[in-house]
């Protein structure tokens, strides 16, 4: 349904449910920072935050958004659906996109300003170690947002939207933005996949039947 109409979710929507779940992302890394200095109870809070946060969210939001917080799900969606139609559009995917960016940036800067840190601060963290963090982010797409921060190489980003905003923050949480761009490309390259395995799978399921 295009935006605006009776019934369809609007911008301010999506930049409400973006902006909360950036802002437990990175919230939750900034406070798992000052309890300890171990990396790994930091990631673990981090992680734990993160799969409580957007379940909630998901619940909460999702008859108002739609439970489109990713940008490659709601792509992923139109895909799918452009020619048999019964999903968004490409006028809703006009206004999904920026606006789960905008309530990323404005998240990560929330979570900065709760915890006194600088509202906008380009992070310095560098993720351009090459191919394995890519690759661990191909694979972060098509996981569960929980396991993904443990066994991918990247930490799970799996969200432009979520990393661009995580660029405007120096903490835990952030990621330089030199790093951005592959991040999001081998993010649309992880949701190209996991199209191709769910249509391997269920599309060969049907035919079994």
Excluded: C
């Amino acid at each position: 349904m295009p935006e605006g109409e009776a019934g369809g979710p609007s911008g301010q929507a999506f930049v409400l449910a973006q902006a909360a779940l950036v802002a437990v992302v990175v919230g939750s890394g900034i406070q798992a920072t000052k309890l300890t200095q171990d990396v790994a109870p930091q990631l673990l809070a981090n992680s734990t935050a993160t799969v409580f946060g957007l379940g909630v969210l998901i619940t909460l939001l999702g008859p108002v958004s739609g439970a489109h917080f990713n940008p490659v799900v709601s792509l992923a969606e139109w895909w799918t659906t452009r020619r048999t139609g019964g999903g968004i559009t490409a006028r809703e995917i006009a206004v999904y996109v920026p606006a789960q960016i905008t309530g990323a940036i404005a998240g990560a800067i929330l979570a900065d300003a709760m915890f006194g840190e600088p509202l906008v601060k380009w992070s310095a963290h560098d993720h351009s170690a090459g191919n394995p963090l890519l690759l661990g982010e191909v694979v972060a797409v098509a996981s569960y947002i929980g396991a993904a921060y443990w066994f991918t190489s990247s930490t799970s980003f799996a969200n432009p939207a979520v990393t661009i905003g995580r660029a405007f923050t120096d903490t835990f949480a952030g990621i330089a933005p030199a790093s951005v761009p592959a991040f999001v490309g081998v993010q649309l390259v992880g949701a190209a996949v996991r199209l191709a395995l769910a249509a391997v799978i269920f599309m060969r399921g049907k035919k079994d039947v």
